[in-house]
């Protein structure tokens, strides 16, 4: 009989590990505290992206190659479009650490890229100005992904083929025994032979394993619209940007998707970018001074934007861990309990993958694929090759 698997926490990662076990014939149950798609997690936000000359952590590249063709299949099964090519300009410093490191990684993939002066920018965009001296890197093999529609789409498929879904149900804790495993939730208990734990940014309140050191942070998101031709900004002509500074200060935003009005920016990195929170204390709104800094920060790339008022913004909730590496692989104490785990800043990317990973550790304890990097382990060696030297 085809094993049953609960999903607690159904946003980017466990909405994928649903899909992809009900599509293998498992009998699914998902269980989310909110509702679906909702904006109290790291899911939500209209954008995120997608490339190849990312450079995180060279093992990823693999992951974000197999991405591309597992989104695409993702489209044709929901029948809804999830990712958007585009291309995008990185400005920076001769020198500096963006223009420097996805050359580097270009290069490494053999992948086409060009390198322009400020002055070849405004040509091809006049809505951006890049500050005298710096470089621009530009990539046309990026794609901005719709994050809540990639998680509709899983939810969907995941039902489609079998799975219990239950939102408004929060997990109070859970057991795993030699039998299987109980979750304990405000809607009642449930049993299975597997648990898959994605938690987001409550890894701390429920993956109960101490061992996987895990800090919690917010970015803000902020949504305005430019003193410019809007039609200048689509998506089709308008590349994705980010700006980094000589402090190394790195803000970057979209161009408009389809029927959108209003650009989205925010700090990624630096001393504005990120501040510690937890589920808890999580501030969803975003003060003036946080909305004003970087609006004013891109505006020295995007003058149109200079002035002006923010339309909306948003805190989002990440989690991660000190290595900014994901967890992904069993439990250090169970092996019928499955964590995905930690996915910072840059995890959206690989949402498929990591569902499909997550199906087969669930179901046969193993991947095929090369996911040592991202070992829940992995701290456990460290403390204790540093306590041996
Ligand atoms: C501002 C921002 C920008 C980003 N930009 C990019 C980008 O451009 N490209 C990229 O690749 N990545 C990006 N990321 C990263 C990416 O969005 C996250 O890594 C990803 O969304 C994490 O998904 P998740 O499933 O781990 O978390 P979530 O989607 O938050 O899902 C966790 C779920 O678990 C549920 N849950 C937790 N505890 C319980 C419980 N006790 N009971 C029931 N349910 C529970 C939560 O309610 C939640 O729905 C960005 C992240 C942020 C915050």
Redesign the pocket.
Known sequence: MAPTVIV?????????AAASLAQRGCRVIG????WPT?D??????E????RLAYFSDPAHVPFAQEAYPLWQRLERDSGTELVTPCDAVIVGPEGGEEVTASTTVADQLGQPYELLTPSEVTKRWSTLTPPPGTLTFLDHSQGV?R?EAA?SANLALAARNGAELHFD????SWSAGDSGVTVT?SAGEFTADHLVI??????S??LAAPGIPMEI?????VWVRPAADLSLFAVDRHPRFALEDEAGRVA?GFALLPGHSLVKV?F?KGPDASTPTT?DTFRREASAAEVESVIDYMGRLIPSLRGQEAERARG????KTPDDN?VIGPHPEHENVTI????????????PVVGEILADLALDGRSDRDINVFSPLRFQDTASSASAQ
């Open positions: 607690i926490g159904l946003g980017g990662m466990g909405s994928a269980v989310e505290r909110y909702h109290r997690g790291s899911s939500h936000g954008s995120r992206v997608i992904i994050p998680v149900t929060a997990v109070e939730t994605t938690p987001g940014a409550w890894a309140d429920i942070g917010r970015l803000v998101q970057s925010a990624i589920p989002c909730i990440y989690a994901f995905g785990a930690a996915f910072s800043v840059h995890g959206f990317k690989f949402v």
